[in-house]
């Protein structure tokens, strides 16, 4: 249950599978995204579902503190691999990459020349397969001399990566500062969308593109189509989301803003998007921060769940509320649907994903009170969870998955603000 999607958040797939077509095909789909992992699985015993803390058996350093971490596929282990962005006190970024040894720890591995000699902040990442070749590519949203441009690595499907001399670095406006990928023109490789909360123009002034979209010519080369595809956006963005939201099998984008209306924007089937926010999305201004997508009530589309620090008085449901649904009532249009078990507190991330194996969406929320567990119980039920599932650190300010094991369900690595208090947790049924 959304296994598929959250084992590599937001990376290249040609049609996202709502979660009651992903029932169907638990059997046979394989839950790494094309990495050779084992199949997912509907657990025997839902009820015996724990996470565990394996920090220290599986033998990370103590002491950097990361900023961004992503499994990834770095060799030709079917295992998932850890790839962290650390931030040391002077301000310089570094990129570590981490081999999985069979499901048993993981192994620090040199990532290639080209990486220790880089010159600038690594402000972002992410991994994606950009040629085919069954490896995941690194895509850096870099800044020096105080410009910002992304750099393109390539790798040699044992994590070694490098430099392409004519396919690398394009350039990027001032203020971006976020990557992230996507089928979004549906010719089946993975594209790339930055973005960032103020992007300026050439003026100084907030560039009437907020957002780039790069399109992915099939070969790691990438074409700037952002004129072309995408339409004129207010500042303050501060996420996305991709996921089929109008039921045509394409992927739309859904923005969280800072301090502003979310938009939803929507694909009109071969990758140029218009802005639906006025006719499909309730006005409700907030300061959000993350939103995830699952189907909660197994109609058949895609819901939203949004997390915020703060939502203005008049646009709460009950005193308190920080976090609500978007219910999908079809064709992509939303309504809000609060629900007095979520938080309220300042929350941070919304991760959904079928923790258990009951095939029904769960819920991981990071507050400012620490993580939330909520089981799902199908059809917008929930059962808070969290002191009898998960371990007792809980701070945390983002989370990745991935089956790291290969047992069919899915673990995590939460990354902690405190330098030697990230956790790796498996997922457990005993």
């Known amino acids: 249950m959304r296994a598929y999607k959250l084992t590599y958040p937001r990376k290249h797939f040609s049609n996202p599978f709502l979660i009651k077509d992903f029932i169907r095909a638990l059997l046979v789909l394989t839950l790494l995204n094309g990495c050779g992992g084992s199949s997912s699985h509907v657990a025997e015993n839902p009820a015996s579902q724990r996470f565990h803390n394996v920090t220290r058996k599986w033998l990370l350093p103590k002491s950097f503190s990361p900023k961004q971490v992503m499994f990834f596929r770095g060799d030709q282990n079917p295992y998932p691999d850890l790839m962290v962005l650390s931030e040391a006190k002077s301000g310089e970024s570094k990129l570590r990459g981490f081999l999985n040894q069979g499901g048993n720890n993981f192994l620090q591995k040199g990532l290639g020349q080209w990486t220790n000699q880089m010159k600038g902040v690594i402000l972002s990442f992410t991994a994606i397969d950009l040629n085919r070749d069954g490896a995941d590519d690194l895509v850096l949203v870099m800044q020096a001399s105080g410009k910002v441009f992304t750099q393109i690595l390539f790798n040699n499907k044992s994590g070694y990566f490098y430099a392409k001399d004519k396919v690398g670095s394009y350039p990027l406006r001032s203020g971006v500062n976020k990557v992230v990928s996507g089928d979004l023109d549906q010719d089946g490789d993975g594209d790339l969308f930055y973005f960032g909360k103020r992007v300026l123009g050439t003026d100084g002034e907030p560039a009437r593109h907020q957002a780039h979209l790069f399109v992915n010519k099939g070969d790691g080369k990438l074409e700037d189509l952002t004129a072309l595809l995408m339409p004129k956006l207010p500042?303050?963005?501060?996420?996305?989301?991709?996921?089929?939201?109008?039921g045509d099998g394409v992927i739309d984008i859904f923005l969280i803003y800072a301090r502003g209306q979310n938009r939803l924007l929507i694909n009109n089937g071969i990758g140029r998007f218009e802005d639906r926010t006025a006719s499909h999305v309730p006005r409700i201004i907030d300061d959000s921060q993350h939103a995830d997508w699952a189907d909660f009530d197994g109609d058949g589309d895609n819901d939203l769940l949004v997390v915020n620090q703060s939502i203005k008085k008049p646009y709460r449901a009950y005193p308190g509320e920080t976090t609500y649904f978007l219910e999908n009532t079809g064709g992509g249009h939303f309504k809000k649907r609060s629900h007095k078990i979520l938080p309220r507190f300042p929350s941070y991330k919304a991760y959904l994903l079928d923790a258990n194996g009951n095939t029904k969406p769960d819920i991981l929320i990071l507050t400012s009170k620490g993580v939330y567990?909520?089981?799902?119980?199908?059809?917008?039920?929930?059962?808070?969870?969290?002191?009898?599932?998960?371990?007792?650190f809980r701070f945390f300010k983002k989370m990745a998955f991935a089956d790291v094991n290969q047992d069919g369900f899915l673990d995590l690595f939460a990354?902690?603000?405190?330098?030697?208090?990230?956790?790796i947790w498996l997922n457990r049924f005993d």
């Open 415 to 423: 990354l902690s603000p405190t330098p030697g208090r990230s956790r």
């Open 235 to 246: 500042k303050g963005i501060r996420d996305v989301s991709f996921a089929d939201y109008d």
């Open 373 to 392: 567990y909520l089981q799902g119980r199908g059809r917008w039920g929930f059962t808070n969870q969290t002191d009898r599932r998960l371990p007792r």
